[in-house]
């Protein structure tokens, strides 16, 4: 620090220098009051935190995050400036006594006494032409159009610091589309431009930064420990989150770097896999690379693969279950489900491939092709001269974000002319699903039953039967079962289904397994069920014959 005194002595003076010192005791003092950095500036009671008045507009936002950084530091709170750095610098184009503008690197030499800052040098230095240059190369770190340029400058860190660790970081917004519909592009263009600058001061030296699409962004970072990692997650979310008041989630998938003979760009890709594993999960923020992501992943691309061909195919193939009632046990009714009936691989689980639909869109496709298979097999019995039973079709929250569905409906229903009261409507409603209100107006004026399913799995509950526009509620197999094995649950739910029977609205249990079960839920008011212990879902062809034409 002596040597950093005498330099400061030495260019004092300067006047394309400025001088500043700061002290715990002493507070702020301008050592070079001759220079002429700074349009009309008033050096005598000048601060490090005055410059941002003389900062370019494209480089406040970064100057004000270091400075933030710089004042959490001083005041002992948590920031990105680690406790063993005695330099921190930041790039900063200032207008000068000659109203340009001029590249200068704010340096700051920090002194401390038990881990506190009691002192900083700060001296604003003139950048060259070739350290212009470098900063400009920088910059194409914050894009996509130069990815080799960041693998190398990581893989020369890396290299040279064989004693460290590292792990890349990749993180985005979730749902930016929504943030983009409902403030405009230039906010969101701004919000991102803002945690570009945010990452030029919160990554240190041995950190490399990179945005790599629109909101996807990536950090190849040392890290000492897995705290450590979720330590820098925790200070990204402290600076980013929040941009102008806009609520929104990050979301980090992290891989370790292991072994560099194919490059970074697998561990990139493999943090990628991650973060995309918890895109739909609102309880989990930050995910680890593991092997078996790799598998789950290289299934759900099978499936993207081969769900376009499935459906000319007509592998998907509606299967039925029975809903029966209780006393007599008697089939008064089906719901429609899918399988996927692959050649050369048998059922795909609807677990497996029905997830990945709903992500990507397929299963509006799904769904209308199944509602077609309904359609058809109820117009079969009409033709038969056979009364139907009523089918129940499943809406995928994926429909309800406009009514353009219930079109499609209503034009089945003419199309195969069917009666609406045979094709109920199941949908779970979801709170603050966005479209759910209007959409199920529209199939209540057109004449449709809807179903309320999954009732108790936690997206339904009480409030939602104050208002509600459904007819039937379907008890959730997961609440019948949670709920039946104590005294006290089995009073909840008699107490539930007496209360919809009040309020005149229909019941069917999902999942009844046994006998008990059934003689329970007949006891409580509840006389329609379907499950295992009536039937398992089959196929249509089997549906009918054992249902409709030998009964």
Partial sequence: MEDMQKMFQYIA??????????????????????????????????TLFDLEHWAHKDDQSTFRI?????????????????????????????????????????????????????????????????????????????????????????????????????????????????????????????????????????????????????DVFMIITPYTDEQSLYDLIELLDKHLLGYKGIQYRIVYGICYIGDLSRGLRQYGDAAAMARQSIKNNSLQKVAFFQNDLKKNISADKFIEDNMKKALENREFVMYLQPKCNIPDGKVIGAEALVRWIMPGHGIVPPNDFVPVFEKNGFIIKMDQYIWEEACKLIRKWMDAGITPLPISINVSRRHLSNTSFVDV?????????????????????????????????RLKECGYTLLMDDFGSGYSSLNTLKDTQFDVIKIDRSFLNDFVSSGRGKKIVEHTIGMAKDIGLGMVAEGVENKEQAEFLQNCGCTTAQGFYYARPMPAEEFNEKYIVNS
Avoid at 183 to 189: D, F, I, L, P, V
Wanted: include cysteine; charged fraction near 25%; glycine fraction near 4%.
């Fill in 13 to 46: 003076g300067r006047e394309d220098t400025l001088i500043m010192i700061w002290s715990r005791t002493e507070g702020w003092n301008t050592a070079s009051h001759k220079c002429r950095v700074l349009k009309d500036a008033d050096y005598t009671h000048l």
């Fill in 66 to 214: 270091f400075l933030s950084q710089l004042q959490d530091a001083i005041d002992g709170k948590p920031t990105s400036i680690t406790g063993n750095e005695e330099k921190i610098s930041v790039p900063v184009r200032l207008l000068s006594a000659e109203d340009t503008w001029v590249y200068h690197n704010i340096n700051c030499w920090l002194e401390r006494e038990n881990e506190s800052i009691v002192r900083m040098f700060v001296m604003t230095e003139p950048l060259d032409t070739q350290e212009i240059h470098r900063i400009h190369i920088a910059e194409t770190f914050t894009s996509d159009r130069n990815p080799a340029l960041v693998q190398k400058q990581a893989m020369e860190i890396i290299h040279a610091h064989p004693e460290m660790k590292f792990a890349v970081v990749q993180f985005d917004v979730a749902k930016f589309k929504m943030i983009l519909a409902d403030y405009g592009e230039k906010t969101a263009s701004d919000m991102l431009n803002f945690f570009v600058a945010t990452l030029k001061v919160l990554c240190n030296n041995y950190q490399v930064y990179s945005r790599l699409s629109a």
């Fill in 409 to 441: 409906l209503e034009q089945l229903v003419t199309k195969y002319e069917i009666p609406r009261e045979f094709l109920e409507i199941e949908i779970t409603e979801t709170v603050g699903e966005s479209g759910i209100a209007e959409s199920m107006t």
